[in-house]
């Protein structure tokens, strides 16, 4: 790592130093760190059951951790510790980024988090200077980003999209012309671009690693930092050649890419632990933001993590990974195959995601123009018929898509469309759901056209 990434602190961040409270050190008398006595902990072990590779998860082992055998792995995750996490835990986050995201320059490290939004809330106030600072995104986003964003009040502009995910020329073209663009030379030069490259929320588009290393290119260029967000990189569902789809962290020379991972697809959002992984000036701006937040990530959910993979084995994780994908191209294909049936292909156009969650579902604008009495600009027009389809389909068939708009910083772009999701609704009621949301396009169109 050769750059000075501390130019990207904000104010905030310069302000944060490490707490004076600091662990006392191995082999050291402390008469100073106010930590309970392990004698108060109530908590003597703890037993799990699990479902086993061994089975094809079809049954479950008992893991057992009792304070007697395993005193270290119980206080551990009974006592206030520091931004390292548990000690099995944190080896097993060490190999498992270098085994699947292999970073290219040296000076890397991580710390392990409390969630992926509790990530990028850190990361935002480790950054971002509120009402000062550029972020960009893609022009259809994940909301919980564009909700994070708001009250940093944070200038945002988005970037193009094609079927294909984010357009690194257009990228290129916009920093280039950055201050010669009336759209944007009165705003600060963007610092970071935020991104969802593998199962895109809401799209389901995953970028090709020619668009991948193009995007290090021109960020490397232009001196900003990219945060890859990828909670759907192990839900790769299809052939496998989708399976060597790297992360961004393989292009970055110079440690500018910011990787946020979470354990809520892979295992269960409950536990609250994501990882985040970047150059260690970063890594340790964070920690110092931890020790006066949330101190560390939950002890006991690191703890029931470290017990599971320690059980199933590196073997049987990736049995895991594979059990996951299995189910996950079952459900995709079940929600195709009932679009394929039941929704109107002259009204609308939908992919067919090799990664992630989610299915977009285009809407045709051009065969829905507008009235002839409509006071609407195009734009308006397209969440017109969005809320219109989203209201007959929510209320008169019961069934609810996430509405485009909701994934869009830029209002003012001509476009409409639904997230659909295969990842929760029981089979039937997905083909089910499938009909009805046809069946809600048409009486749409039929309620503007028919006369």
């Known amino acids: 790592m050769t750059k000075d990434f501390s130019t ?14 600091a662990h006392p050190a191995p082999g050291t008398i402390s008469l100073s760190t106010g930590l309970p006595n392990p004698e108060c902990f109530p908590l003597k072990g703890i037993t799990l059951n699990v479902e086993s590779p061994e089975s094809s998860f079809q049954k479950s082992n008992e893991i057992k951790r009792n304070i007697i055998d395993n005193p270290d792995e119980i206080i551990s995750s009974c006592q206030y510790m520091d931004s390292n996490g548990l000690k ?25 988090q409390s969630g992926a939004t509790q ?18 995104c893609e022009s259809l986003t994940y909301s919980c980003f564009l909700e994070t964003c708001i009250p940093f009040k944070i200038n945002l502009f988005s970037i193009k999209m094609d079927e294909n995910g984010i357009l690194p020329d257009d990228l290129n073209q916009l920093l280039t012309n950055w201050y010669n663009n009336e759209n944007t030379k009165k ?7 935020y991104t969802m490259p593998t199962g895109h929320n809401p799209t389901g588009i995953t970028l090709s690693s020619e668009r991948r290393e193009k995007l290090l290119e021109i960020c490397n260029t232009h001196n900003i930092l990219i945060i890859e967000d990828d909670p759907y990189y192990h839900l790769q569902i299809d052939d496998d050649n989708s399976k060597h789809i790297p992360s961004l962290l393989k292009f970055d020379t110079e440690g ?25 000036l970063f890594r340790d701006k964070l920690a110092n933001h931890n020790e006066l937040s949330i101190h560390s990530a939950s002890a006991s959910s690191q703890l029931i993590l470290q017990m599971i993979f320690k059980d199933w084995g590196h073997d049987g994780y990736l049995k895991w990974l594979d059990h996951l994908q299995s189910i996950y191209r079952r459900r995709r294909n079940i929600m195709l195959e009932a679009f394929d049936k039941y929704l109107p292909h002259k009204l609308v156009t939908y992919n067919r995601p090799i990664h992630g969650m989610f299915i977009w579902i285009n809407i045709k604008l051009n065969e829905f123009p507008k009235l002839p009495n409509s006071n609407y600009s195009d734009s308006e027009w397209a969440t ?3 809320d219109q389809i989203h209201k007959i389909a929510s209320e008169k ?14 209002k003012s772009l001509i476009q409409a ?25 048409n009486d749409v169109y039929s309620s503007l056209y028919s006369n």
């Open 187 to 193: 705003f600060k030069f963007p610092k970071l671009l």
């Open 256 to 280: 500018r890419v910011i990787r946020i991972d979470s354990f809520s697809k892979m295992l269960m959002p409950g536990l609250r632990v994501s990882i985040v992984t970047c150059n260690k």
């Open 88 to 112: 099995y835990f944190n080896e097993w986050v060490k190999n498992y980024i270098i085994d699947n995201f292999k970073p290219c320059y040296q000076n890397w490290d991580f710390i392990i």
């Open 417 to 441: 469309g639904f997230r659909a999701t295969y990842s929760y609704s029981e089979e039937d009621n997905m083909i089910k759901g499938a009909e009805s949301f046809g069946n809600a396009i």
């Open 397 to 410: 068939y019961k069934v609810i898509l996430s509405k485009g708009h909701w994934f869009m910083h830029d």
């Open 384 to 386: 017109f018929i969005e």
């Open 119 to 136: 990530s990028l809330d850190a990361l935002f106030r480790m950054l971002i200077n509120p009402i000062e600072d550029t972020i960009l």
């Open 8 to 21: 990207f602190f904000s104010n905030e961040a310069n302000l944060r130093k490490a707490s004076v409270m």
